[in-house]
């Protein structure tokens, strides 16, 4: 199965861009972290011995998605946290909220480590809808 | 660039380029470039686009600048300079970057090359078990909340009470180590969350430490040189580094709480990634405090990092002494005292990817890994550039692009035939650090000396580095 993201030449400079893509909501936003972790690491290297749960709510999808992936590299950091397999689930209510569930592990000699993201940033970033969902992501590295 | 943005600019000297407020609707004030015709040629389109965006901040003072090394950012470029006035203006993360207080650490040694070199392989793998590189790096000091916000307030200062440095450390460090007016209640609990493992730290992307020699027979400025106490042939060490994930969290949170403020204050701005807030406001005030919250870190983060190399470099050499001849930020915005139409007046200047040069203060240049580095001293007419310059090479080329031109471990290889040795963590991240993605970054100091900015002392060249 081809991989629902890939890295963008021509946006940026000194950092890296990613475009991530879904049929619906939930799979749009699994990619995209997979993405995120991707850049951090080589995910087949990042075993799924923990687990983890993140709720969110947020006024819009694009804040949504934002957070979600700054939550990422927070845990990252915080808790020394890398997650290879994502489970997303995207609903509205008066708001738009995420359920996810993670697995990965904590960071070890045994990972072969990439770029630590630094910051989710909002240059250039955008989340739409065409045929399917696709997200433009700008990663501070 | 293209040749039709090219025309748009009037020559000021051999190496100012200007944009007239004219070019874009809403400039309060001209956009300067700084660089040789083709420095200017080479630099991205963005970076022009992003550049006129900071000269309609409200409050911008002269000219929003460009140092010879810039290339496009989020927000304003990299390599910009904008000084704003405290009383009308504005202050804005994305004036200061993500990585606050990203700067660098030179210590000059009492060795040579040839004492070094036939040890760098030793002295290159202990340094780094010694010195976490790499994504989520922790490192050897712990430490509770309490302490962190000690950290926080305190700066390299802190270090120095802990036996991590010298009182010689803190007078050659910018602001002696510690930016006052630091308030930990303004920093969340996700940054302190982030950082608090992080003390002594690299990270990774472009940051580095680094085992450099004075190049032979390039020493420009021997009398400057022999104040810094650099002589050819010195080994020196290079550190290259910031305020980590927790000075990350700083300029993420303040990002979100300004994207609200300018509603309230009325603001708008070209980028999201340009929202800020008036200096005076609430808001604004609360992000200076946190601010400097980051950069205290980041220089103890600095000042822990040089510990570490002290005690890697006596394991090896035993009688090895380290001495700092400076350290410098690179991404901050400060309150400092300009000219401004013939009259002293106070600013507040952002800097991001540009080193403060105050007229004879040493200023600390990160080349690529693979060619080498620079130290230069500030002037007298850096006040044109509100006391700044350049801060490295600059990228010419994407990660992606570099990852696709060479392998992390054929780099690896290539550069140790060349007398380089280098360790890492991550090749991918190693390739993407490769030499050709980079300006010339002897064309760009050679820019900013033409313009009268900074000079010169001496040419450092790479033999080990550890690369995050």
């Not at chain 2, 930020?329 to 009259?343: D, P, R, S, W």
Request: a positive charge; charged letters at 25%; glycine letters at 10%.
């Amino acid at each position: 199965m081809p991989k629902g993201w890939k890295l963008l030449e021509g946006v940026v400079m000194a950092d890296l861009a990613f475009e991530a893509n879904g049929k619906d909501l939930n799979t749009l936003f699994e990619n995209s972290a997979l993405a995120v972790g991707s850049i951090m690491a080589d995910l087949k290297s990042v075993t799924p011995a923990l687990s983890k749960d993140i709720s969110l709510e947020k006024e819009d999808v694009e804040r949504l998605l934002y957070e979600f992936l700054s939550e990422l590299v927070y845990l990252k950091d915080a808790e020394q946290l890398l997650f290879s397999e994502i489970k997303a689930t995207v609903s509205k209510n008066n708001g738009w909220l995420l359920h996810a569930h993670l697995k990965g592990d904590k960071i070890n000699p045994k990972m072969r480590l990439g770029t630590d993201v630094k910051a989710i940033t909002l240059h250039k970033y955008e989340v739409k809808k065409g045929k399917a969902w696709t997200a433009r992501v700008v990663v501070d590295v | 660039m293209n040749d039709e943005l090219l025309r748009k600019f009037t020559r000021v000297s051999d190496v100012i380029w200007e944009l007239p407020v004219s070019f874009k609707k809403g400039m309060l004030v001209p956009a300067r470039i700084y660089g040789t015709e083709s420095i200017l040629k080479d630099m991205d389109d963005t970076v022009v686009e992003q550049l006129t965006n900071v000269a309609c901040l409200p409050g911008i003072q002269k000219h929003a600048l460009c140092m010879a090394d810039g290339h496009s950012g989020y927000g304003f470029p990299i390599g910009g300079v904008a000084a704003f006035d405290p009383e009308k203006g504005i202050i804005s993360p994305g004036g200061i970057g993500f990585d606050i207080n990203c700067g660098m650490r030179l210590l000059k040694t009492n060795l040579t090359v040839e004492e070094v070199q036939p040890k760098i392989k030793e002295l290159v793998d202990l340094l780094f078990k010694m010195v976490p590189s790499g994504v989520g790096g922790q490192g050897f000091v712990t430490l509770n909340s309490a302490q962190m916000k000690d950290v926080m307030r305190l700066g390299a200062k802190w270090c120095v009470g802990r036996g991590y440095g010298t009182e010689h450390d803190l007078e050659h460090i910018e602001e002696n180590g510690v930016i006052p007016g630091a308030d930990p209640s303004k920093v969340t609990q996700k940054a302190l969350g982030r950082g608090i493992h992080q003390l002594g730290t690299l990270g990774s992307g472009n940051h580095y430490l680094e085992i450099q020699a004075v190049r032979k027979g390039e020493i420009f400025d021997k009398a400057a040189a022999k104040e810094m106490g650099i002589k050819e042939g010195q080994i020196c060490v290079m550190v290259h580094c910031g305020s980590r994930g927790f000075g990350h969290q700083i300029a993420s949170d303040y990002l979100g709480i300004f994207t609200e403020a300018m509603k309230k204050h009325k603001i708008t701005v070209k980028d999201p990634e340009l929202a800020c807030a008036p200096f005076t406001s609430p808001e604004g005030q609360d992000y200076f405090k946190a601010m400097a919250c980051a950069a205290n870190m980041a220089f103890a983060n600095r000042q822990v990092i040089v510990h570490q190399i002290r005690e890697a470099f006596r394991h090896v050499f035993k009688d090895a002494k380290l001495e700092t001849v400076y350290d410098v930020a690179h991404n901050i915005a400060k309150l400092e005292t300009h000219l401004v139409g013939g009259k002293k007046k106070e600013l507040l200047v952002h800097r991001k990817g540009a080193t403060r040069c105050f007229k004879g203060q040493p200023v600390i240049i990160g080349g690529s890994m693979e060619t080498g580095s620079y130290l230069l001293v500030g002037t007298e007419k850096s006040g044109e550039t509100f006391g700044s310059t350049m801060h490295g090479a600059g990228r010419t080329m994407s990660r992606t692009k570099a990852k696709a031109a060479i392998s992390g471990k054929k780099l690896q290889k290539d550069m140790e035939k060349r007398g380089i040795y280098v360790k890492t963590g991550s090749f991918s991240g190693l390739a993407e650090e490769a030499g050709f993605a980079y300006k010339d970054v002897s064309e760009v100091a050679k820019a900013m000396d033409i313009a009268g900015i900074s000079k010169p002392v001496a040419a450092l060249r790479p033999i080990g580095n550890i690369k995050g």
